[in-house]
């Protein structure tokens, strides 16, 4: 579906993106995530063509971007919606209007404008705006009138830079749940640029960590943060604060045993004392994993380690 390897990009002498490699799936819903400054705008504008690059390949569609003529990135960027922060819509056309507008660009007749804008209007849950102007409409209302107008052309990719970052919590979390829809009813490839890890965690299968231009972290949204590495933890901003003495052990629950009470039949099992040091629940997607660490004397630490590995699934790791 898209394909980078070792993407460079320079702006003058300032490097801002830095041998960038990942692939990305037909039908999942990627997540580029960065703070403000990463360059995830950048690699995403490289995806559609609206950015040249100073060094390797990012194939779409099978077709390497920029090989592609001016007639070539069209076709293209007609089979790639994108939406965005602001949501670009145009304040003196109404909403039919808005959603119809690629669709007359590229010569589609009055009645299969039509058709396709009343379906998109029932996607997107707003048949009852058809002619309203944008001025009239909440946040949330233009983001969805953003959305429609991004899937008029039957796109098998859709971008999302920074897409919730204006919207309230409850209006996040309702185009979230659209865009899951659209993803799964309609097979639409969805790439979300976003620096809100609450965005991540709730749609995203695979994420890309960028800081400064250079990738920190790729993989399952479980697996990035059920084990996060030491450059993974700073991103997220969280410190943690261990005990000196005695043995700390980090536990990980992946989402198959994250309910089950292991620790305390553990405990029992053992007849061992330990302390919790911290831990939490998070839900990722449609999973819930959990982290713990514990803090235990040297000399049965022993113990808590083969017990673990027995007779558990958790993953483990002395700290």
């Not at 705006?129 to 233009?142: A, D, I, N, T």
């Not at 409850?170 to 829809?181: A, D, F, G, R």
């Not at 400064?212 to 943060?225: A, P, Q, S």
């Not at 004397?297 to 808590?304: L, N, V």
Request: with cysteine.
């Amino acid at each position: 579906m898209i394909d980078i390897k070792h993407l460079s990009k320079s702006y003058n002498d300032q490097k801002v993106l830095d041998d960038i490699s990942v692939h990305i799936n037909a039908g999942e819903i990627f997540a580029i995530v960065g703070h403000s400054g990463a360059g995830k705008s950048t690699l995403l504008r490289c995806i559609n063509g609206l950015e040249g690059f100073s060094a390797g390949e990012v194939v779409v569609l099978d077709q390497e971007v920029k090989t592609l003529n001016e007639r070539g990135l069209g076709v293209l960027r007609s089979q790639i919606g994108m939406i965005f922060q602001n949501f670009s819509l145009l304040n003196q056309k109404n909403v039919y209007e808005n959603i119809a507008l690629p669709m007359k660009v590229w010569g589609y007749s009055k009645e299969a404008i039509q058709k396709r804008v009343d379906e998109l209007l029932k996607l997107v849950g707003l048949e009852a705006k058809k002619f309203v102007y944008p001025k009239e409409l909440s946040g949330g209302q233009k983001q969805r009138v953003a959305i429609a107008r991004a899937l008029t052309l039957n796109p098998k990719i859709l971008l999302s830079d920074e897409a919730t970052s204006a919207l309230d919590p409850n209006t996040t979390k309702s185009i979230l749940e659209l865009l899951k829809e659209i993803n799964q009813n309609l097979g639409v490839t969805i790439i979300i640029v976003t620096h809100e890890m609450e965005v991540v965690k709730r749609v995203a299968s695979r994420a890309l960590l960028l800081e400064n231009g250079k990738v920190i972290g790729l993989g399952r949204i479980e697996d990035l943060f059920l084990r996060p590495n030491e450059k993974m933890m700073r991103f997220l901003g969280e410190d943690e604060e261990l005990p000196t003495e005695g043995v700390n052990i980090r536990l990980f629950f992946p989402s198959t045993v994250s309910y089950q009470p292991i620790v305390t039949q553990m405990a029992r099992e053992l007849n061992i004392n330990f302390n919790i040091v911290w831990g939490k629940l998070e839900k990722l997607n449609d999973h819930v994993v959990g982290s713990l660490v514990i803090n235990i004397d040297e000399q049965t630490s022993c113990k808590i380690t083969d017990y673990l590995h027995e007779k558990t699934e958790v993953i483990w790791e002395v700290l």
